[in-house]
T-cell receptor
Framework: DTAVSQTPKYLVTQMGNDKSIKCEQN?????MYWYKQDSKKFLKIMFS???????INETVPNRFSPKSPDKAHLNLHINSLELGDSAVYFC??????????FGQGTRLTVV | SQQGEEDPQALSIQEGENATMNCSYK?????LQWYRQNSGRGLVHLIL?????REKHSGRLRVTLDTSKKSSSLLITASRAADTASYFC????????????FGKGTKLSVKP
């Protein structure tokens, strides 16, 4: 009965590969998010999305793209992975602006 | 751009002591939230305080907000070893999406 679940939990891949991280929430929330946490533990918003609007942080490279097949899912696709993409990626959801429920994170290591 | 700045960056105390963490921010906000992150885990929401509130309690947690100084504090009373984690403040600047902007966090270590 996990509220926000991400898969995989760990992902090790080579530079140049394309990979996806999946996120699902069973809370009925309208808005979902992707955050990136770097090695210094700094969390930064990448995307926020509901069925009306996608907001992209302008600092996010266009190699990153969110895909939402339905309201309960927001997957993150990353093309041409680079070493600097190594980080922990967190999915989150909320019913409205305010409290967010986070997934457990996906630790991506690019080698 | 980074919004919240936690202070101190790291805090080490003995079990039973109180832990106080501070957060400063730069722009006007709708609310401020505190999250906890255990090592290698996701973030857990602790408490939300709205911009028109000055203090809020939840169990052993006490949060204050001073909008004139653009600062907040999180007090954990009677700390336990299980409180060992990183604590982040996050501000919600409003807007339709309600994005949170996080600070760098305070790493709290509670020694038994």
């Amino acid at each position: 009965d996990t509220a926000v679940s991400q898969t995989p939990k760990y992902l090790v891949t080579q530079m140049g590969n394309d990979k996806s991280i999946k996120c699902e929430q069973n809370l009925g929330h309208d808005t979902m998010y992707w955050y990136k946490q770097d090695s210094k533990k700094f969390l930064k918003i990448m995307f926020s999305y509901n069925n009306k609007e996608l907001i992209i942080n302008e600092t996010v490279p266009n190699r990153f793209s969110p895909k939402s097949p339905d309201k309960a899912h927001l997957n993150l696709h990353i093309n041409s992975l680079e070493l600097g993409d190594s980080a922990v990626y967190f999915c989150a959801s909320s019913a409205h602006p305010g409290q967010k429920t986070f997934g457990q994170g996906t630790r991506l290591t690019v080698v | 751009s980074q919004q919240g700045e936690e202070d101190p960056q790291a805090l080490s105390i003995q079990e039973g002591e109180n832990a106080t963490m501070n957060c400063s921010y730069k722009t006007s906000i709708n609310n401020l939230q505190w999250y906890r992150q255990n090592s290698g885990r996701g973030l857990v929401h602790l408490i939300l305080i709205r911009s028109n509130e000055r203090e809020k309690h939840s169990g052993r947690l006490r949060v204050t907000l001073d909008t004139s100084k653009k600062s907040s504090s999180l007090l954990i009373t009677a700390s336990r070893a299980a409180d060992t984690a990183s604590y982040f403040c996050a501000t919600d600047e409003g807007g339709s999406q309600g994005n949170l902007i996080f600070g760098k966090g305070t790493k709290l270590s509670v020694k038994p």
